[in-house]
């Protein structure tokens, strides 16, 4: 099972997360690209760290929204989607192969992640700067989402993530942040939570619904408090269950 987790959201002087702890307990990580998060010093310094602790890196690209974190959906065209992806891959890719590391696979953040579930013209500009760039770029995102069933069409590998600390509804989407009780925060029940999704490949939903997804890749968000000891918890049951922890990618 694949641990990953969103990380190099720096930017400037302004910081987010312990990504020094959070490094060593993930085998991939979302970086970044600097739209939504990020700039190239901390890429940079996210890439060298990745590539010294193997930890493979992913291509974390979102809707160009430095003040809305990401989390603002924006209606762009086919093109300006199309180029701002394109955009992201490269100069994440080009930052990573400076230290000796590479852009293994891309995942969508935030707004952009949750419109694809269900936005297909969307999901198609993404695809296409993604074949564009690299056609055989793996893609990470939603089981059951426009990107993954239109990047399977367009030939790309293609892993499903389930979410530890992010709570579900029956449809298997994730719980709107707007909402209360989004945002998982218990470590014990997170910890359960992950070794179920790993080993049963099913989680349970806010009403009661025990939701399948059989995931490729389980994410905990970097940003999020007590990110680091959630994510040492979530590392040590899963060990401790007998999964083996290998990236995806």
């Known amino acids: 099972m694949d641990l990953n987790a ?17 490094f060593r307990l993930v085998t991939s990580a979302n970086v970044a690209c600097g739209f939504h998060a990020g700039d190239p010093l901390t890429m940079l310094d996210s890439c060298r760290a990745a590539f010294e602790l193997a930890v493979t890196v992913g291509a974390h690209v979102g809707y160009r929204d430095l003040a809305g974190f990401g ?38 953040h935030g707004a952009l992640y949750n419109r694809l579930v269900h936005d297909a013209e969307q999901a198609s500009a993404v695809v296409a700067a993604i074949q564009a760039y690299d056609p055989g770029l793996p893609i990470l995102g939603l089981p059951g989402s426009q990107l993954l069933i239109q990047a399977k ?10 979410f530890v600390d992010r709570a579900y509804q029956a449809d298997g989407t994730l719980v709107p942040r707007s909402q209360q009780g989004a945002v ?12 179920r999704l790993a080993t049963k490949g099913e989680v349970v ?11 490729d890749s389980l994410c905990i968000h970097g940003d999020t408090p007590g990110a680091v000891e959630m994510a040492a918890g979530v590392r040590s049951g899963l060990e401790a269950a007998g999964v083996e922890l290998e990236s995806f990618a």
């Open 6 to 22: 969103d990380l190099g959201e720096s930017f400037g002087s302004w910081n987010m997360g312990d990504d020094a702890a959070m």
């Open 71 to 108: 989390r603002r959906s924006l209606d762009m065209s086919f093109d300006e989607l199309f180029g701002d992806v394109l955009y992201q891959l490269g100069a994440l890719d080009g930052v990573a192969h400076a230290v000796g590391a590479s852009v293994d696979y891309v995942k969508p």
């Open 153 to 162: 069409e367009a030939g790309h590998p293609v892993f499903v993530e389930a």
């Open 184 to 195: 998982l925060h218990d470590v014990d029940s997170i910890v359960e939570r992950a070794v």
């Open 205 to 215: 939903a806010v009403d009661g619904t025990v939701v399948q997804v059989r995931p």
